[in-house]
Nanobody
């Protein structure tokens, strides 16, 4: 059974930090492009960050560049999102996602991702 399980969400103050984790199981996710998305109430789901299969290439939304860092470890089956200098506008449900096998592009469209976690809430207070 394919599973992506996020953890690490919660409440933080503006300027604070949180680290999200995504544990993947059921497939060899180390060979998949992985991404973090977020969705705030009333807004569309958007890409926050994506990372290549080897971890040597990353892409970020302009709104988080310089503040968030995506990485992968554990033979590539664990993906992290380190979030620093948090802002109230970062408040959203954050989702971990994986593209299908053989895909190499760090896609920004959620429809390009096949596997999804259940999401974890991040709330940033001002």
């Amino acid at each position: 059974q394919v599973q992506l399980v996020e953890s690490g969400g919660g409440l933080a103050q503006a300027g604070g930090s949180l680290r999200l984790s995504c544990a993947a199981s059921g497939r060899t996710f180390s060979t998949y492009v992985m991404g973090w998305f977020r969705q705030a109430p009333g807004k569309e789901r958007e890409l926050v960050a994506a990372i290549s299969r080897t971890g040597d290439s990353t892409d970020y939304a302009d709104s988080v560049k310089g503040r968030f860092t995506i990485s992968r470890a554990g033979a590539g089956n664990t993906v992290y999102l380190q979030m620093n200098s948090l802002k109230p506008e970062d408040t959203a449900v954050y989702y971990c996602a994986a593209r299908g096998p053989g895909k190499v592009v760090l896609a920004t469209n959620p429809s390009e991702y096949v596997y999804w976690g259940q999401g974890t809430q991040v709330t940033v207070s001002s």
